[in-house]
C-alpha cells in the first residue's frame, strides 16, 4: 500500500524520516528494475522540488490492503524495511495486483535498485565517462575555435578560452593552440571533440562569461 499522505485511522504509516530515507536509498530512482524512472527534479520555483515518486509499504499499513500481513507488529509495518520507493506508476500498479506483485518479489526489486544505486554513487554518469580522451583536433576544428576567439575578442571578451579535457598532447594543432592560449588543459569532460561553425553560433547565441 502505497503512502498517499491522507491521514485514515489505524494507517501504520511511515514517518517522514523513513519516506525521504527510502528515496534518497535508491537515488530517488524508481525500484522496478523495468522501470528505473528518475522521480525527483526541479520545481520552476526554485525554493521547490517536483516528487512522482511514493513510499511504498511492501505489506500494507493497514488491513485489507495489498499483501497486508496480521503478524506485523505496528513497529515492523512502519519500518523501513517495509517500504520501497516507487515511481507513481508503479506504485499503483503493485497495489492493484498484489498476485503478480508478491512481497518477495517486491524484496527482490529494491534490493536490486539499491546495489545498483550503491554503485553509481560517486561515479561520472555514463555520458560524462565516454571515451573523450585523446581525441585529435580536426583542422576544422581548429579553424573553428580560431573563428570562436575571434568573435568572442571582438564582442568584447578578450580572455577566451575553451575547455578540453585530456586531449592528446602530441597533437600539433592541439600544441599550436595551446601556445595561442586558445585551450585549457582539464576541465569537464566531453565527448570526442568536433565544433563546427554551428557550434560557434551556438556558443555564441548561448555562452554566458
Ligand atoms: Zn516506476
Request: proline share 7%; net charge neutral.
Amino acid at each position: 500500500m502505497c503512502d498517499n499522505h491522507n491521514v485514515v485511522e489505524a494507517r501504520h504509516d511511515f514517518s517522514k524520516e523513513t519516506i525521504r530515507k527510502l528515496s534518497e536509498r535508491v537515488g530517488s530512482t524508481c525500484s522496478n528494475p523495468d522501470c528505473a524512472a528518475p522521480t525527483k527534479g526541479p520545481h520552476t520555483d526554485g525554493d521547490k522540488v517536483i516528487s512522482v515518486g511514493m513510499a511504498c509499504h511492501i505489506h500494507a499499513a493497514a488491513p485489507g490492503g495489498p499483501r497486508y500481513d496480521e503478524g506485523q507488529s505496528e513497529d515492523d509495518r512502519r519500518s523501513i524495511h517495509n517500504g520501497i520507493w516507487l515511481c507513481r506508476t508503479c506504485g499503483t500498479l503493485i497495489d492493484t495486483d498484489e498476485e503478480r506483485f508478491p512481497a518477495p518479489l517486491l524484496r527482490a526489486w529494491r534490493a536490486e535498485t539499491e546495489l545498483t544505486a550503491f554503485k553509481k554513487i560517486g561515479k561520472p554518469s555514463a555520458a560524462a565517462a565516454a571515451p573523450s580522451d585523446g581525441v585529435p583536433f580536426s583542422n576544422d576544428a581548429a579553424n573553428s575555435m580560431r573563428r570562436l576567439a575571434e568573435q568572442y575578442v571582438s564582442a568584447g571578451y578578450p580572455n577566451f578560452k575553451v575547455w578540453m579535457f585530456t586531449p592528446d598532447q602530441n597533437d600539433p594543432v592541439y600544441g599550436e593552440l595551446r601556445a595561442l592560449g586558445l585551450v585549457y588543459f582539464g576541465g569537464p569532460r566531453g565527448g570526442p571533440w568536433r565544433l563546427t561553425q554551428e557550434g560557434v553560433d551556438w556558443i555564441m547565441r548561448n555562452r554566458r562569461l
